[in-house]
């Protein structure tokens, strides 16, 4: 039923590049949605360390689907811990393609929820990324931000 209402909706569109854009993400959302209900055999630190690794190497954008995935299998506590490094990366993502109020302010939510959170599940240094955070809020400029582990 929602392939033919895809259908319908593409056929009424006059504009070619505008019918493309919306099949690419209808692909996009079902691909999302198929790799979602596929999650029971990827572990929790799975989703962690592979958004961690896109974190660290710059890709933000990535980090954060990765982390949101993660965040939508978690319950409360720890919701709040994944919700902060989300915004992060939102955060960072909006701040490299040059939306500065986006930017600020998701850096803010994410400081926000890192900050309330005491625990640390994963052993990285979240008070040193809060720090970084701040940094670039406060003068938004654009660097690298990493997280590092505590050993």
Not at 38 to 50: A, I, N, P
Not at 100 to 122: D, M, V, Y
Request: overall charge positive.
């Amino acid at each position: 039923m929602q392939a033919t209402n895809h259908r319908c909706q593409i056929g009424v569109v006059s504009n070619e590049d505008t019918r493309v854009s919306y099949l690419a993400s209808s692909v996009l959302q079902l691909t999302n949605h198929l790799y979602i209900n596929s999650l029971h055999g990827v572990t929790s630190l799975d989703l962690f360390e592979k958004g961690l690794l896109f974190f660290n190497a710059g890709d933000y954008y990535q980090a954060h689907e990765d982390w949101e995935d993660l965040w939508r299998v978690t319950s409360k506590p720890l919701r709040i811990f994944y919700q902060g490094l989300i915004q992060a990366a939102v955060g960072l993502h909006h701040l490299h393609k040059g939306n500065h109020l986006g930017a600020r302010g998701q850096l803010g939510k994410s400081i926000s929820h890192l900050t309330s959170f005491p625990e640390n599940p994963h052993s990285i240094d979240t008070q040193n990324l809060i720090e970084q955070l701040r940094s670039i809020r406060n003068d938004m400029q654009v660097r690298p931000v990493r997280i590092v582990r505590i050993k």
